[in-house]
């Protein structure tokens, strides 16, 4: 799944995100979502969010 839509991304998901300073080389960063800040229900590059650990990103796979 991928995470550009905001429906499929809940709190407490483990998810894969890409830091703003690794947009270029598109390395992600796994984690556990702890709040979502994209208010729209879509954005093509991934919904951003907040990991328990502070970062923030856009969603790019969401784990099962």
Avoid: A
Wanted: net charge positive; no cysteine.
């Amino acid at each position: 799944m991928d995470g550009t839509q905001r429906q499929s991304i809940k709190v407490g998901l483990k998810v894969s995100i890409v830091l703003k300073k690794d947009q270029k080389s598109g390395h992600l960063t796994e984690g556990i979502v702890k709040d979502i800040l994209t208010n729209s229900s879509y954005h093509p590059h991934g919904i951003k969010v907040r990991l328990e650990n502070g970062e923030v990103g856009r969603v790019k796979e969401i784990h099962p």
